[in-house]
């Protein structure tokens, strides 16, 4: 069974309901980026950024994995699936992928302010006094500005054994997760979905750029590695 790597981002939870967090003047619901997702900024404010993904975490609650996520799972009957996120919800466990990497954190765990292994499945808000087990205050298990990405190398370990990448809803301009699409052997066939696509066709070898949003361009992706 050939192993299929897919690339994730906030477009393919878009369609879901869930913001993008960053508009077109950088901010994330209006706040600035590094006000709400940087170890600076939860030391200056914490009950700030605390409230900031207590709402994030909140809105999982009300919405539900779109049809993107569901044709991940359906491939998964093809082939050997591994999906690398950008994303924090859990919506593509929630649509029953089972092997899901998650590069920047996941919303429903919290940690350890003070030991970045110590862990915990959280569903409900975080509270100033909200401790963990080393007694330090909790805080979201969100990969911050200016924090190393633990996941990186298990996800460049994956990467370089696909047979087909796939890359859905990211730019690929974040920096490390957009460095993975260099890890795989020269002649991997490569489909990038995007409805405004900024990479060009000839950018890398054997590309192919569906030009949709997640839903229907996941649905041409099936079409295309089944038939």
């Not at 919800?89 to 899901?100: C, F, G, I, P, T």
């Not at 409900?124 to 969100?142: N, T």
Request: proline residues 4%; hydrophobic residues 40%; negative net charge.
């Amino acid at each position: 069974m050939k192993k299929l790597v897919v690339l994730t981002g906030a477009g393919i939870s878009a369609e879901s309901g869930i913001n993008t967090f960053r508009d077109v003047n950088g901010l994330w619901e209006g706040h600035d980026i590094m006000q709400v997702a940087s170890p600076q900024g939860f030391a200056k404010n914490p009950n700030l950024v605390l409230d900031f993904y207590n709402k994030r975490r909140s809105q999982l609650f009300d919405v539900l994995p779109n049809k993107a996520h569901h044709n991940l799972k359906k491939l998964e009957t093809y082939f050997d699936v591994h999906i690398i996120t950008q994303n924090v919800d859990n919506l593509h466990e929630r649509a029953k992928s089972l092997n899901v990497l998650h590069l920047h954190g996941e919303l429903l765990k919290a940690r350890s302010s003070n030991d970045e292994h110590l862990i915990c499945d959280w569903s409900k808000d975080i509270f100033l006094g909200d401790l963990a087990e080393d007694g330090s205050q909790l805080r979201p298990h969100i990969v911050w500005f200016g924090e190393d990405v633990p996941m990186l190398e298990k996800a460049i370990q994956i990467t370089e054994k696909a047979d087909i990448l796939v890359i859905i809803g990211t730019s690929m301009q974040v920096y490390p997760a957009a460095s993975l699409v260099n890890f795989v052997s020269k002649n991997t066939p490569i489909y990038f979905i995007d409805p405004k696509p900024v990479v060009e066709k000839n950018a890398l070898n054997n590309l192919t750029i569906i030009k949709d949003v997640a839903s229907l361009g996941t649905d041409k992706l099936l079409n295309i590695l089944l038939h």
